[in-house]
Structure formats: C-alpha cells, structure tokens
C-alpha cells in the first residue's frame, strides 16, 4: 500500500517491512516485529521511536482493514519495560472508537509473553 514506508514497505531499503494481517478474531490487525539490533538505541535495546513508528503504523494498518485511510492526529505511548533487540515481539492494533472522521485505536506490543508498550491514537480520517 504504501511501498516507501519505513514501517511497513517493501521498497524501502532500511526499513521494517512489517507485514501485517488481521487478528484471527476480527478485532484489529497484528505482525511480528523482528527486533533487529540495527533499529536498538542503547545497546541491547530497540530504539523507542521506532517502538513508537512501529505501533503508529499498526493503528495505520488497522484502519487501512476497515478500508478506511486517515493519518494520526495525536499519540500516546506508554512503555512499560525496555524491548530488546535479538527477539521477536508481536504487536497488535483495535479499534476502540469512531465517531465521524475521528477515529480512536490502542495499540500494544508484548515480547516473551509480557506486555512492553502500549499506545492509544486519534486518527483523522483523510
């Protein structure tokens, strides 16, 4: 969809290229974001921009499946414990809220079992 995206393109060199599907119970999407130690900050750990791109563009993703588009009005993300870099971690993304071109969605991102960060964002509708 967007083949530049640092998130989620598959053009883009030095990018995530995260792919994401819908959720198997129809709430949201999800994707598996591989952590690479080229996108850490401290040592060991993923940088918190790109924790905070990749569960942004997952709210993106999330509208996207609703065949909706809009672009982030505000976000909020809370990080609760470090993500390190060398694991996996999953992140997913809901709706919570739509209320004409506003929309409200949460977003989290769990590694080995435990919730790291979580987000909420208010999209406007393009």
């Not at 065949?67 to 414990?81: D, Y």
């Not at 991102?109 to 393009?126: M, N, T």
Request: net charge positive; with cysteine; glycine share 14%.
């Amino acid at each position: 969809m967007h083949a530049h995206c640092v998130v989620c393109g598959a053009d883009h060199p030095g990018g995530l290229g995260l792919r994401f599907e819908p959720a198997p119970d129809g709430s949201g999407v999800r994707a598996v974001v591989p952590c690479e130690a080229r996108f850490q900050g401290y040592d060991g750990l993923l940088h918190g921009g790109v924790v905070s791109a990749v569960l942004d563009g997952a709210m993106a993703h999330c509208l996207f499946h609703l065949g909706r588009v809009g672009h982030t009005g505000s976000l909020e993300v809370r990080f609760r414990r470090p993500v390190l870099v060398g694991r996996r971690a999953d992140v997913r993304a809901r709706l919570e809220l739509s209320r004409g071109r506003v929309h409200l969605l949460r977003a989290e991102l769990e590694q080995d079992g435990e919730i790291k960060v979580r987000a909420r964002a208010k999209f406007l509708e393009s």
